[in-house]
């Protein structure tokens, strides 16, 4: 049976569409998205081995796989970018990702791939800088936005300013939650299904503050993370900005407590 994306936006040039049931078994339920502008693709965060063949099959409804422009990279974790040696073997895409993490990501590419491929790895990887960058994406550009520290210490969202939506990585990512495939409908009642990843996976309220009032600064319709639900229109984007803007977490939360020698065994 064919996997539907959910449709985040489509004017029949520009489209979003975001694959959210690929994981099966013990792994986490992620999101991964694929914009589509004319003849030009790219993928945001595809994840790792338990979504590559799933992910490929689904969106080669979409476009030609192999000549896909790039795989962008919020950050370096194996639910963002585990299977990059599987892109870069069947793609001719760049991976685009922070520079902190580009000189690593070979890492996870096997001996396999740099024995297959003429040229260096390293030339199918852009690393943008601290400040963001654009990237030009088919008739318009994707923005790569700093989020740095939300949670990964080199962290990237993705901005498309056709459809207006941010894709946010780990940031308002929830779990747990019921019919994750809709949008938040009471932002009040989805609060419990995110408090617990963003006090202990996000490092503090200043950076959040900081990020909150970047966003405010954009036209954002949606805001999408990699793992629960989506934020839609105005009333929704800004109840999220204020919530994480004034939320303590991180080293905000740290006591000595939290730094003592351990007595159990695990």
Not at 33 to 40: A, N
Not at 42 to 64: C, E, H, K, Q, W
Not at 196 to 215: D, E, P, T
Not at 217 to 236: A, C, N
Request: hydrophobic share 40%; charged share 20%; aromatic share 10%.
């Amino acid at each position: 049976m064919a996997i539907e994306p959910i449709v985040l936006f489509d004017n029949g040039h520009h489209k979003c569409l975001m694959f959210d049931s690929l994981v099966t078994g013990e792994g986490v339920q992620s999101n991964q998205f694929l914009v589509v502008d004319g003849k030009h693709e790219a993928l945001i965060d595809p994840g790792g081995d338990l979504t590559y063949t799933p992910l490929s099959v689904a969106a080669s409804r979409y476009m030609n796989l192999r000549d896909m422009d790039y795989v962008f990279a919020s950050h370096q974790d194996p639910d963002i970018i585990g299977a990059i040696d599987r892109w870069i073997v069947h793609t001719k895409a760049k991976i685009v990702t922070s520079k902190l993490w580009a000189r690593f990501l070979p890492h996870l590419v096997s001996s396999y791939v740099t024995t297959k491929l003429s040229g260096s790895v390293y030339d199918r990887i852009v690393g943008v800088p601290d400040a963001g960058a654009n990237v030009k994406f088919g008739d318009s550009y994707l923005q790569c936005l700093p989020a740095h520290f939300m949670h990964s210490v080199g962290n990237l969202q993705f901005y498309d300013p056709v459809s207006k939506i941010l894709f946010s990585g780990d940031l308002g990512a929830s779990m747990g939650g019921e019919d994750e495939h809709l949008p938040v409908q009471d932002f009040d009642r989805h609060i419990p299904s995110m408090i617990g990843f963003h006090r202990r996976y996000i490092a503090s309220q200043k950076v959040c503050r900081l990020w909150a009032n970047m966003i405010r600064d954009l036209e954002v319709d949606m805001i999408v993370p990699q793992h629960g639900k989506r934020f839609e229109g105005e009333t929704m984007v800004n109840r999220f900005l204020d919530w994480v803007g004034d939320m303590e977490c991180g080293i905000d939360l740290m006591t000595q407590e939290n730094y003592r020698r351990p007595v159990d065994y695990v």
